[in-house]
Every structure is written in structure tokens, then in C-alpha cells.
């Protein structure tokens, strides 16, 4: 007994030992770990393509590893060290027992596999085949409001517009013999989710990303967030440009869609008059309204008022009537429309009728719903009218690819964009890389598909310039009716 | 700037309307019904179905006022009552808060499946009355706005009747006055109050009808109104129906002459919250006491 | 046994998050904004029964006012957070002006007005809300280590989080928290006991303002861009359900409110519309009939729980239901030492991730975010279960009483994991009063024993 006695009294001592010794042990092996991972020799950043967390073979390629001071040339290039096997050994150098399936510190691009062709590439990564592209197929994302107030309507025009140039590129053998694959991306139409767009985007393998649409200011959002991880981003109808971004070209930026509208009033509604400009207060609305204004001071025209309507506003009666006594005989309507509704409504009431113009508003679910307000009506769109050769086209396609149920304008303008899209694909050429990608974007030069805006990039344009469509009210079915080809100035 | 206030004047209408509503419904149940709106909204948008003043409508021919109107205003009661029975009369032992709370959700669904079933896109509505309208200060006062104020006052006049001649009436001013005892005097509150919340439905209804055609219309536009309307009734104590009807509608002036001389952005809502604190600070039973 | 568990779940999610992927981590720290915010609300709501429906213009107006002062002072998101507190505060004092006279009805309207405002009057102005594009904010750095994904910017969330909760229980713990729950349940009683009603319930709104504006700085820190769209006046209604689904009671309740509300908005989980659908339909069941929203239903639980080992306990007397009560297994194993073990094996993990994803990059700031969130929150992750362990080692292991209890099994083979021995059979037992089946009665026992005895090894 005394023997069990004794023992059981050790043991407790022997346990205090035993946990401290746990944690010391615990604690060592974690700072050990830590430490190992702690690079000691600078990488060059190798691009995009060097994003390791978007997984690929472990450890492939060459360069060493941190702790190994035979690191000098394997940097990124592959200098000697093109296969795995010599990575393996240049790694191992720096971390005690790495275990086979660990490699510390084989750095350059996780995503090259064998090839050391790839691996041993120059730093910039020129030549490394570029994410999301293989030998079949070249992926994008798309990133819109799926989920949003808005999510029904486009994820209606999404999978019938975009869907139908997307079916039919690929009934046709695809951009170079690659099918195109493209994935929907939500960004909730919040500043939020745009961000959760961008970061899944970071890890989709996508490589293009094309920011269709984004209502509270998810688009933004998205494009800052991809700018920042570097990925190259298309963003139509982006609500606003930061001029700090690298990656993102933006076509159909606010300002230089209402840019047209200047001399559109001068020339096609053809008033050398008194002219005033009233816009929502909101980011898009007032870039727009910021371009207008810049170029109506550039003609020299005479704008005599102007206006700030809220969202959803109610009555517009005060601001008209102060409109009415500045003697404005053409009013640009920069406004939503849900606004546009009740303006021409209690212009009406006050019987005050000057000539209505703008752009965003005139679209044809608004004109099918009351056509009276905006008879007679000349505006500028971004995408084409259904009397257009065009229209045509494109019901045929959709209708050859499943999708002819839905054929409308909207429709039609995301087919446009689906154009442009294989456009940019194209100009990516046979071998599309990375870094290639921004070029692509910027030999879109005088691009008219006849259905969405004109675009014009240029080397080093990031913001294209825009061509608009002249419009007019009505067709005999209720929707515009176009009056012209698209211009950036009339 | 005459026609600044009048317009004023019939926006005013519109707010005051609205916060006899809430008002009727606070007397009885002492709860601040947050789907007031909402409940208008729905009649609306279904009379609007009905006479195909919308484009997603799901009938294919106009139906007519006949039909569409009632339908209307029944739709609004049965929302009513059945608002009473969900969430008023199980909280009748401690209604502010959480009655509150019950008529915010229910407010949150109503706009969920208006959403889902119409979008939420403006559109452009018929409106109640054609004509070419009346000139009245420089301003061209459409049918719609006539039809307003004709119908306030009948509701008005209508309401005050009703208390004041009716037994419907005494019923309803002693359930506000003193629930319990009005229950043990023998009076049912059961119905007394259905009868409220239904009559407030109704009402609901109508304003919506009667104000469509006067705004942009998409499933928020009571909404937005009503919030004005919440200011407008707190003025009123919540439980004077004049005194909210009041408050409506020189809110609506004031509202249209700042937006005229200073047009600064939000400085509508910003004074309003300022002058609801101050009033809540230094009246918090309202300016206006009711006298049942 | 239940703070253990509660803390074990919570480091068990924390390695978990850190284990994430870069846009499942994203976001899980929206999901944790998002309880942040909850977390004022439920102050104000459960325990003092007030209503407030300006909650999203009290953490977007603070957030603003984080996203400019980082900007334009070059202040780190991470020090503005007091900051944004302090804006927070101030918010929740105006809407307390209008508490001091008025009822909560009034106040609740007052709120509304004031939700309104901020979002009608400052979200329009630039000087508030910054150029169209928005305000973006450079990745907040941590001595010197730029933190430029979300995944290395998650401890800093999760510890924000941790503060939180910890300033949250501290204020209901306190007496500030028993007061508002006489004010609430009975006010003129309060004000006859001397409690002054009127300050408190204004001190409740400020701190609600003091949680949104944490939250909206959490916001600015997190999200790095900012918009007044992100802050619309039905985010103060989802604020609402998840407050009022939580229930009175502690935090747990708010964060299965929050997990559920906004992870299924996040993670699109559900479809979208079962979830606005069945948001407000849960809220006017929760307001009408049960009223006990998820505290309650997690009370009843634990209720339930507890009453079957109390019925176990009984029926087949103290040792025995106390061993299946602390563990299971020959050896007695027990939840707590399970716990800490897989703490202490996901930690190992996480900076086993971190090695290997550090590894197949050759960017420097993804491998310091690597070493970061992997490393470091592995780290910490593996202390903490050796905390655990140790504290688990110090409460059951024991000195063995030389005293007659030859051939009782429960001597023997009641064992913790140390080695040292289990309780002896209480009617053996000359000390003192002996609470059984507490771990600290267990220990003053044979503490009390063990003085008698051969040594006293504690």
C-alpha cells in the first residue's frame, strides 16, 4: 500500500512536469514553425501569376527557399532549378525535418506544374501560361447583382443576353479553339459583396473579370478590390473611376457617356438657347452630370439653371417652376427613373413643356409603360433600338441558341456586351497571358458591334471613350426608335 | 410662389390623411401600426392589377373602378383584421414596444412579396379620375389632387360622425379612452378592435388609391410618405385626430416652401428629426391633446 | 463545465475561420461586424426594453467618420477604432435627449426621425461621404506588417470581437445591467428603489451608439471601402430581427441570431427569399407568442440538459452519474481536456497551412499575412488549449488521502488523465461541508484530506 501510496504521490509531480513540458514543447515547435516560415530573402513579386495561394503544384518551379542562402538566382527564374527535384533540394536547405509534403520555401509560381519551360521563365512571368487559361477553354467571370433588388431582371437578361453571344461563340468553336467559360459572380449590390465578388474572383481562376453591372456601389468596390490584387478587370457602366487604379478599363464611364449629350442638344435637337441640366443626387447621376456640364462649358453653351432632385423624390413642382421662370428651353434629365416619371408628370401640371433630353432613363419598359409622357422625346442610349439591323441579328442568334423567348433591347444591349467581351478575348490572341490581357483591352480602337456604345481605348487608356445611340420616341410597338449611328459628338 | 404652397397644400393633404390613419389605430390599440403603408400598398398595387394601370398586371382587360375600388378597400381590411388578430390582439396586455416590433416585420413581409411579385421599378398609373384639371394660382390642380381633398374631408367629416353619433363610435372612443373598462361595461373590444384595425385598412386602401397618381409609384411609396406621416401624428400626441391631420398637412407646407427658397439636400428630414426631438424633450405628449 | 464549453467553441470556430479560405474568410468577418452591431442593439432592446431604428446610421455615420479621419490624418484604421466609438457614443447621446422625458414609443419614433436624417441629410453631403467613387482606404498595417488580405486581418477582427463581448458582459454583469432589468420589467419600481430611470435608459442608447459605432469602424477596417449605400435605412430593420430573435439573455443568442440572419445573406445559403420571408415571420411569432427568441430556446436546453444528469446523478448514485457526468470512458475522459486537445491539433494545423501556403508563393506580403493569421493565431491557438490543459490538470488532479478506502473502486479507477487519482466515497470522508460534484469541492475536499495526510502537493 505504501508502495501505491508513494506512487500515486509522485505521480501528480511527475504530472505538473509532464504539462509544463507540454507546453514548452508546444511552444518551441510553434515558434520553430513560425520562424521557418519568416522569409529572410526578398521575392520579386512575379505578377499575377505568382499568387500561391491559388494552389497548383506544391513546391514546383524554381527558386529556394527562405533560410537557404542558395536562393541568389533561383528567384523566380529557373535558373538550375527548373525541377521539382532540385527545388526540393534547394528548399530543404532552411527548414529542419520539412516533411515531403511541405515545401517551405520552393517558391517562384506554385501554379507552374513541371514544365520547367513555364518554371523557368523570366521574373515577369511573360511567358507563364496565364490563370484561367487552358489548353480547351479560357474562363471569365461575370460579376453582377444576382441576388440583389435587381437580381431577377438580370439574371433574366445575364443568362438570356450574355448567354446568347456565350452559346453562340461557343457553338462556333470557341475564341482560337478554346471554349469560353463564364462564371457568374454576385456581389449582392452592396460595397460588401462587391468585395466578396473580387476575393472569390481570386480564387475562381478566372482571367478576365468583366463587372457587368453593380447597383450600391458594388461595382466600385469590386473593381478597387481586383485593381488591388492585380487582376485585369472590364467594368461596364462603372458608377466611378478612381485614377489611382492599374488594372481596371472602364467602358461606359458616367462622364463620358453624357459627354455626347452636349452637342446632341446643339445639333440634333438644335438648340443654341437657354439650357438647364437637372440630375439625382447620387455617385452616377452626378459624374454624369460633372461631364455634361465640362463639355457644354467646352461649346461655349449657354446653361442657364440647374437643378438637384433626391432619389425617389415625390414632387418636382418647386424645382420646375424655378426652371420655368430661368427660361430653359431644353432640360437634360441626368436622372433615374424613377424619377424621370414624376418630372415629366409635374411638368405637365404646370404646364411647362421645354425639350426633354438625357440618358439612362429611356429605356423600353418605361415607353411601353407611358408612352404619352415621353412623346417626342430625343435622348441618347448606351445600347441600340430595336429598328436597328443589329436587332435582327441578334434575335436570330438567340432564337438559334434557345434563347429567342426573351428578345428584347435589354437583352440585346448584354448581348453587346457579350460581343465586346469575345472581342477583348480575341485581341488576347492564340496564346493569351496575363500580362498580355491589358493590351488586349487597349487595341479596342473605334469598336462599334452596332449594339452596345462605340467604345475607343488606346495604348494607355484606361477610360474609353464612348459613342452613344440617338433615339427618339416611339416606334409603333412602344419602344425607341433610333435615329442614327452612335457618335461621341453629333 | 402661391403655387409652392398651394401644391404644399395638397402634398400637406396627403400626409395628413395618412396620420389619421395611424392615429386611428393608436387610439384603440395603442400600437404605432409601421405597416400602414404597406398595407395601402398592397390594395393599391391589386387595384392597379385590376384596371391594368401597370405592366405586370396578371389580368389581361380593365376591370373597371366598380370592381377594382372595392376590391380595394376590402383587401385593406382584411389586411387590417388580420393584422388585429396576428399581432395587436396578443399583445393587447403589453402593446407599445413589441406591438411595434409585430408591425415592423409585418411591414418587412408585405414589402418582401410586393417586391417579389411586382419588382421594384417605378410605373406610371392611371389615375382615378381623368381631366384636364383646374388652374388655381399658377398652378394646374389635376383631378387627382381635387379628388383628395374632396375625400379628406369626407373622411374627416366621416370620422367625427362616426365618433361622435354613432354607438359604433362611442364604443370606439371608450375602448381608446380605457380598454378595461370599456370591457367591463360590456363592451366586446374583440370586435371593437377588429372593427378599428379594419376601418384603418380600408382607409389605408383608399389613400392609396386616391395618392398614386400624384407620386412615382413602385412598392416604397407609402412607405416613404408615412414616414412623414409618423412626425405628423406624434405631433397630435398620437391620439388627436385633428391634431395629426393638422400637423400633415402644414408639414407638407413647410416642406414645399424650404424645398423652394433653400433647395439644400435632406434639410427636410434633418429639421424634422430636430423638431421631433425638441417636441419629444419639452411636449412629450404631443402638442395636441385629444378629448376622445 | 458550460464557460469551458462556451470558450471552446468559440477558439473551435476561431481555428476554424483561420483555416478558411480567403473569401469564406471575408466573410465570416462580415458575419462578426455584423454581431458587433447586434451586440448594442441587444443591450438596448432585451435588457432595457427600448427600440431603436436608427441603428444603421449609428454605425454608417461613424464609419464615415473612421473612413476620413484615416484618410485625411493618415490615422490606421486600427487605432480609429476608439474613434469611431467615441462617434458612436455621441450619436446615441442625442437620440438620449429625447429619452430623458419621453416614453419608449416616443423615443422609438424619435429614432426613426433621426435614421432618417443621418441617411437623408449626411449621407448626401461629400464632405461626409467623400468623391462619387467612394472613400478606399489603404490595407491597415500592424507594426509594420501590412495586412493586406482578409485572412491575416482576421485576429485583428477576432480580437475586436473578443473585446466586445468582454466590454458587453462587463456592463450587464454590472450593476448598470441589473438596473435596466428592473427598468425594464417594472420602471416606477425602479424609480421608487432610487434608480434614476431617465439617465439610464439615455446611458442605454449611448451605448448602443457606442457598439454600431465599433461595429462601422470594424466596418471601415474590414471592408477597406466605403459607400452610404452600404448603409440603408432597412439595415437598422435587420439589426432589429436579429436582436429581437436573440432574446433576453447573453451574447449567445445575439451571435446565433447574427450567424444565422447574415451568414445565410452572406453565404446565399438559403434561398433568398426563404430568408426575408422567414425573417419577419419568426420575428412576429418570437414578439407574439414565445418572446424567448434563441437565449430562450438555448436556456430550455441547457435546462434539459442539466435536469438528465441531475436525474443520472440520482438514480445511480453520486460517483458513478458524476463520472458520466464529467466524462466518458474507462479513463474518464472529459470534454474539457478533449476540447483543448483538438485546440492544440488545430493549432498545429492552422501553422502547418500557413508553412505550406507561405511556400508556394513568392510575394513577401503573402507570406507575412500567412505567417500572420496562420502562424500567429496557430500560435495562439495552441496556448490556449495548453491553458486549458493546464487548468484542467490543476482542478482534477489530485493528492491521494491515506485513509481507508481499501478495495473502493472509485479510488482507482477513477483516474485523470495525469495519473493522479479520483474522489473517494463521500461517507468516508471526515472533512468538512463537501459540494459534490464540483470540481472546486472535489479539490477542497481532498486538499482539506490531504493536510492531514502525507503532503500537501498543491
Redesign the interface.
Known sequence: ?SAR?HA??T??????R??LS??GG??T???V??S????RH?????GRG????Q??A??AGG?A?PGSDAAGPG??GGAGAGTVGAATAG?AGGAPGAAA??????????RTGGPAAGAGASPSGGGAPAVGVTKDAITISAIAGF?G?????LTEIYDNGFGTWLDDVNAHGGIYGRKVVAKKV?N?D???G???AC??I??NGSYLAVSIVG???AD??AA??LD?AGITTLGLNL????P?WRHVFSAGDATKQTRPLASYIRNVIGDHGKIAVFHT?D??N??ARGGLVAEMQRLGMNLVHE??V?P????F???L??TRDSGATTVALVVN???V??IL?DAK???YQPNWTGTYWDID?NT???RT?FEGIRALRNYSSTNSPAFATYASKAKATGHGNVVNSTNMALYGIGLLTGQVLQNAGPNPTADGLPGAIEKVVNYNNQVTMALSFGPGVRVADVGMWPIQCCNPDNTWQGIGDAKTAF | MSTVVLNGLFVGLVYGLLAVGLVVIYRTSRIVNFAYGETGMLATFAYFDLRLGTNTSTFTRDHGVALALPTALVLGAAIGVAMELLIARPLRANPTLNGMVGTIAAGLLFITFAVHRWGIEVRPVKPLVEGAGVRLLGLTVSPSQLLIGACTAVILGGLGALYRFTSLGLRLRATALNPYAAALSGINTNATSMATWAMAGALSALSGVLIAPLVAVNVFFMTLLTLRAFAAALVGGLTSIWGGFLAGVLLGVAESVVAFKSPVAGITDAVIALGMIVLVMARPGGLVRADY | MVPVVRAGAVAGLGALALLAGEATAYKLGLIAIVFIGAIGLHILVNWSGELSLAHAGFIGLPAFVVAQLSLHAHLSPILALPLGVVAGVLLGLVVALAALRARGLQVALVTLAVGIAISRFFFVRSWVIGPPAGLHIAPPSLFGLRLETSRSLLPVLMAVVVLAVLASRSILESKLGRALSLVRSNPDAAAAVGIPVAFYRGAVYAMAGAFAGLAGASYVLWVQRISPKAFPLDLGFTYLVIAVLAGKGALTGVALAAVLIEGGQVFSILPRDFALYAGPVALIFNVTRYQEGFNGLLRETRHRLERKVAIMAAETGTADGERRWRGWGARGVRLPVVIAALLVAAGFVAVALAWYHAGNTDQVWIQNQEMVSGGIGGLGLIVLGCVLLLRDALLHGRAVVATSHTGVAGADGDADWLGASGPEPPAKEPAGPEPEGTPTGRGRRTVAAGSKGRGDTR
Open positions: 500500500m501510496l500515486r504521490v505521480l501528480p509531480l511527475a504530472g505538473r509532464r504539462v507540454v507546453i508546444a511552444a515547435l510553434a515558434l514553425a513560425c521557418v516560415s519568416t522569409p526578398g521575392f520579386t513579386a512575379a505568382g499568387t500561391g495561394l494552389a497548383g506544391p513546391g527558386g527557399g528567384v523566380g528548399g509534403g511541405v515545401r517551405t520555401g520552393s517558391g517562384g509560381s506554385g441576388s433588388n435587381y437580381g431577377a431582371i454576385d449582392h452592396t460595397v460588401e462587391g468585395v466578396s476575393k472569390e481570386q480564387g447597383f450600391g456601389g466600385v468596390s478597387d478590390c488591388r458608377s466611378a473611376f478612381s489611382g443626387d455617385p452616377l452626378t459624374a437643378e438637384t433626391a425617389n423624390q415625390g414632387s413642382v418647386a424645382e417652376s424655378r427613373t424613377n424619377e416619371l414624376g408628370r401640371t404646370i404646364a419598359e411601353a409603360a407611358a409622357l
